[in-house]
């Protein structure tokens, strides 16, 4: 098993590669930290370059032909919006802006939201009216994701990418988890071994430094809480994260609709988690 990690994402990736040799195990960590970095290259609210910064400036005015791995999470993304009802919505770019949450300035005419955002059959994207988009609350997962498939490509036959709390694992083997308390980030809950599966966390801003904003308000929310979901994909567990932290809500109905679940941690619970995933605050 090679371990290997990087700074990427604003954060530190650590990958996980086990293959028939040494020689497969390396390749395969390469070519998956690529695959982290052409995601961050198309979809940084940063890089003046990336497929979002030019759809901000650009798509109020004319179709964009965007790269398919951001149209994909684009899709998503307005997917998850449509399900929340508008609980995820990755058009509230311009008032993280305003926030001091995102760099940049934004001008005082951005009002749109995920239901002006158009994508064509062609893989070009349109805004109805000016608006920016912010996929961070998705795309770190879609990026593990896109790391755990370069994995397998590459001959692994186990591994684990690990984004900063947002993991996937794969293979025939379980892999230890455990999640840092949201009040004591030295102080860990062990759950029960991953298989398979991906996990995302997040957590309130106020306490974790997160950035969580609430799109129906405008402002970010306070809660000493952190949620992780489990899920399939880690893009999904990164999106469903956001929506079960704002709506409050465990069970949610979209939890069982992706066959997902969520654990909540509380600045004041130390109990394991109960018998179907949900970990509940305690105060």
Known sequence: MLRRARPLLGTFVEIA??????????????????AIADVHRLMSFHEPGSDVSRLNRIAHRRPLEVDPRTFTVLRRALEMSRLSRGAFDCTVGARMVELGLLPGRVRSTVRGDHRD????????????????????????????DQAVAALQRAGADAGCVNAGGDLRVFGDRAWPIALRRPDAARRLVPLPPLRDRALATSADSFVAGGHLLDPATGRPRRRPQSVSVIAA????????????????????????????????????????????????AAG
């Not at 040494?22 to 070519?31: F, G, K, L, Q, W």
């Not at 939890?255 to 988690?273: K, V």
């Open 233 to 280: 994909s880690c893009m999904d567990a990164d999106a469903l994260t956001k929506v079960v932290w704002l709506s409050e809500q465990v069970p949610h109905r979209l939890l069982e609709r992706m066959d997902a679940h969520a654990i909540l941690l509380g600045c004041l619970e130390d109990s394991a988690p109960t018998p179907d995933g949900a970990l509940r």
């Open 17 to 34: 590669a086990s293959a028939a040799d040494p020689e497969t195990e390396r390749r395969a960590c390469d070519v998956a930290f690529e």
């Open 117 to 144: 955002v158009e994508l064509d059959a062609e893989g070009r994207v349109r805004f109805r009216r000016r608006l920016a988009i912010d996929l961070g609350g998705i795309a770190k997962g879609f990026a593990v």
